[in-house]
């Protein structure tokens, strides 16, 4: 059996932003956006909030998308501690993890991600400046449990060379889903807000004149 999670996480940044996720954008909260961007092969849907956040401001949202809500408490905060903490709670045999302050990201590119995670045990895209991220990926979950049950200390690096089996999108080939690389676009302040507002706007007027 091949069961599919995706986990959103928000709320766990440094600087603890209060509720990030609920930043309206484009008529909605920012957080809905990218939950619009999990595939519908997803049977499990986790929203993963930090510390900044109370965990309860995001029921609603939950029970819209029938989502769980699940705490993260977890000091340090880090792209190990994050995945680790989401294969440990969910129960699917792949992961997909999303951010939630992402509102670019979109449909086809998250379908993706998982579609290679059949074939592949981490799918990790790299930046335009070339680095890994490990928090838009997908994974296939045993393999990364497993080691990191065995390898309390060990960084994603370490992680995903031992485990093997893994591939890395460079985002010139990730132009075929967005030339402009929205998925990589982070909300962390209010002017990064109007300006993802704007770009969503301008996808939706380039949808209806392709129509």
């Not at 029970?63 to 977890?74: C, G, H, Q, S, T």
């Not at 190990?80 to 993890?97: T, Y």
């Amino acid at each position: 059996m091949d069961r599919v999670s995706a986990v959103i996480y928000i709320g766990v940044d440094r600087l603890c932003r209060r509720e990030l996720g609920l930043a309206r954008i484009a008529g909605k909260p920012m957080i809905e956006h990218v939950l619009d961007a999990v595939p519908d092969d997803v049977e499990e849907l986790a929203i993963l909030v930090g510390e900044c956040d109370d965990p309860e401001v995001y029921n609603e949202v939950a029970e819209k998308y029938l989502a769980e809500v699940i705490e993260f408490r977890d000091r340090p905060v880090n792209d190990r501690r994050l995945i680790e903490f989401a294969v440990e709670n969910i129960q699917g045999d792949r992961m997909l993890i999303l951010p939630g302050n992402a509102p670019l990201i979109t449909r086809d590119f998250a379908a993706f991600l998982l579609e290679c995670s059949k074939k592949f045990r981490a799918v990790l895209p790299r930046s335009p400046a070339r680095n890994t991220i490990y928090l838009m990926a997908s994974y296939q979950t045993r393999p990364i449990r497993e080691f990191f049950g065995s390898h309390p200390s060990a960084g994603m690096d370490e992680a995903v060379k031992n485990i093997g089996g893994a591939i890395y999108l460079s985002s010139m080939s990730l132009r075929i889903f967005d030339e402009k690389l929205g998925m990589f676009f982070r909300v962390s302040t209010p002017q990064d807000l109007k300006k993802a507002e704007k770009i969503l706007k301008t996808r939706k007027i380039q949808r209806l004149i392709e129509l």
